[in-house]
């Protein structure tokens, strides 16, 4: 049986066509009157990223009326107006081209610098609002009458054919098409050749000037680098850098009492404390060893990569295995140092309640660096002494590795935020039934002694009960084995920062 030429050929692609406009509602006839098919598609692919956005950056202006957070899944920016009840109503919503990694609130609480992790920084208003479409079509317009001019002239080429290749670039009259950006006002500001980690505002006297003021940006990069940039609008000037860390750095915080001073910490074994300014280096403070007295302290034994091993059992395994490797004891002490790594996941200051006066008496204390690693249940606590070095104080042993950290000066407290899915020092192991729910939350108080502060647990939950009820405060239920994969992706993920083989 012969078969016709054509049939042979693949059949050709499909194509989903709409519903007839007389089986549309008259809402969504109406909807698609106002809007265009390209633009009727992004809204239902945001709709149902929506379903399951994750909240993941969150901050707030200084007078507490506006809130901004960010969803990872559709990179949405969002800012919400906090009304005289506490209540949250949304303001805007603004697209970002990249998934936002650091985002800050400056000049005054009127910008939002939202920085994503292809190296970009972006400046936008706070109470912005997305193009119209009318605001749309004029840009859209205005863009067209555009004269189009070469980069080439008569003086820069030199061959005929390049030549002719101009006169044709010269008889355009309209200008080529220019990729399409965000729908609302933004200015790029700063950019990194490496993929940016964290971003701080700072406002400094202006020295130059009487009672003038000077912002400045300062930047991190998993290529190790810190970069000290001018705020707006001298953003394009770079004051300097830090360098100094031979690792990712993955975050970087500068104390409000301590304005000239940048403490930073990522892959590396140590924290660092700067003279930013200066891009000097002050001080290099040992934490690898803070985070193995921790584990021993605790008789905690990291399990071994895929291994499949609670920590739990990994320790009970430790012990029985003890006895008939002593032999052996030092090469697992060395496996252990190769394969555990330090990654930095937050460093918040506090000022304390000697911070003001910046004492010079010995044990005076002038303020706090609580810092956090990724994966490890402590809050590792620093004090600032008057010749603005560090020294390490305190461990708070947590039931839960620490996911953010809240500061409330005014009650002289902390808030840490607990994962409750994965078990203690764990990244991947859930947590077994037969478990204990434990807090998502854990307060702590400042209790100002004569030779530092001492952090106490709250046990009366009395900083607990103003944000939190009854219900849900314990324990979490993640559902299917996608959600607790989707978790473990959204609480942990600055390992893969480090360099490894040919990244280096």
């Known amino acids: 049986m012969n078969v016709p030429e054509e049939s042979a050929?693949?059949?050709?692609?499909?194509?989903?066509?709409?519903?007839?406009?007389?089986?549309?509602?008259?809402?969504?006839?109406?909807?698609?009157q106002s809007l265009g098919k390209s633009h009727q598609e992004s809204i239902k692919a945001i709709n149902e990223k929506l379903a399951k956005a994750s909240v993941i950056l969150l901050t707030s202006t200084q007078s507490g009326k506006y809130v901004?957070?960010?969803?990872?899944?559709?990179?949405?920016?969002?800012?919400?107006?906090?009304?005289?009840?506490?209540?949250?109503?949304?303001?805007?919503?603004?697209?970002m081209p990249k998934r936002p990694c650091a985002v800050v609130i400056a000049s005054d609480d009127t910008v939002i610098l939202c920085a994503d992790k292809f190296g970009d920084v972006y400046a936008l208003p706070l109470l912005g609002l997305p193009y119209t479409e009318h605001e749309l079509e004029a840009k859209a317009q205005e863009a067209s009458k555009k004269a189009f001019i070469p980069a080439a002239t008569n003086l820069t080429v030199h061959t005929a054919r390049n030549l002719r290749t101009l006169q044709d670039q010269l008889r355009k009259k309209e200008v080529a098409k220019e990729k399409q950006g965000p729908d609302f006002e933004h200015q790029l500001i700063i950019g990194h050749v490496s993929m940016l980690t964290d971003l701080v505002n700072v406002t400094l006297p202006d020295p130059t000037s009487s009672g003038g003021k000077r912002n400045y940006i300062l930047t991190s990069d998993r290529d190790e680098h810190i970069r000290v940039s001018r705020g707006l609008p001298q953003h394009y000037i770079i004051d300097g850098y830090c360098l100094g860390h031979r690792e990712f750095v993955s975050r970087i915080c500068v104390p409000t009492f301590y304005p000239h001073v940048l403490v930073s910490a990522g892959g590396d074994d140590e924290l660092f404390v700067w003279n930013w300014l200066k891009g000097a280096l002050i001080q290099k403070v040992d934490l690898k060893d803070k985070v193995?007295?921790?584990?021993?302290?605790?008789?905690?034994?990291?399990?071994?990569?895929?291994?499949?091993?609670?920590?739990?059992?990994a320790t009970e395994g430790q012990e029985e295995d003890q006895s008939r490797d002593d032999d052996a004891n030092g090469d697992e002490t060395e496996d252990d140092e190769a394969r555990f790594k330090i990654a930095v996941s937050g460093i918040w200051s506090f000022r304390g309640e000697y911070s003001g006066g910046r004492e010079s008496e010995k044990g005076a204390n002038a303020g706090e660096i609580l810092l956090a690693c990724e994966g490890i249940s402590a809050l590792f606590c620093f004090s600032f002494n008057a010749e603005n070095c560090l020294t390490f104080h305190q461990c708070l042993s947590l039931k839960g590795n620490i996911l953010d950290l809240s500061v409330d000066e005014r009650e002289m407290a902390i808030i840490v935020s607990i994962d409750g899915i994965h078990e203690r020092c764990s990244t991947s192991i859930q947590r077994s039934s037969e478990h204990q729910a434990v807090p998502l939350l854990q307060s702590f108080t400042c209790s100002a002694q004569q030779d530092g502060n001492t952090w106490i647990e709250d046990s009366d939950s009395k900083q607990r009960s103003k944000i939190m009820n009854s219900n849900g405060s314990y324990g979490v239920d993640v559902g299917s084995s996608s959600n607790i994969k989707h978790c473990q992706e959204l609480f942990y993920g600055l390992e893969n920062l480090r360099k490894r083989g040919q990244d280096e």
């Open 292 to 313: 193995d007295d921790f584990l021993k302290n605790n008789s905690i034994i990291l399990p071994k990569p895929n291994s499949g091993l609670s920590v739990k059992a």
């Open 68 to 95: 901004v957070a960010v969803t990872g899944e559709d990179k949405c920016l969002r800012v919400f107006e906090v009304d005289t009840h506490g209540k949250l109503i949304p303001f805007s919503e603004r697209y």
């Open 9 to 32: 050929e693949p059949p050709g692609k499909r194509r989903k066509l709409s519903a007839p406009s007389h089986e549309l509602a008259p809402s969504q006839e109406l909807e698609n």
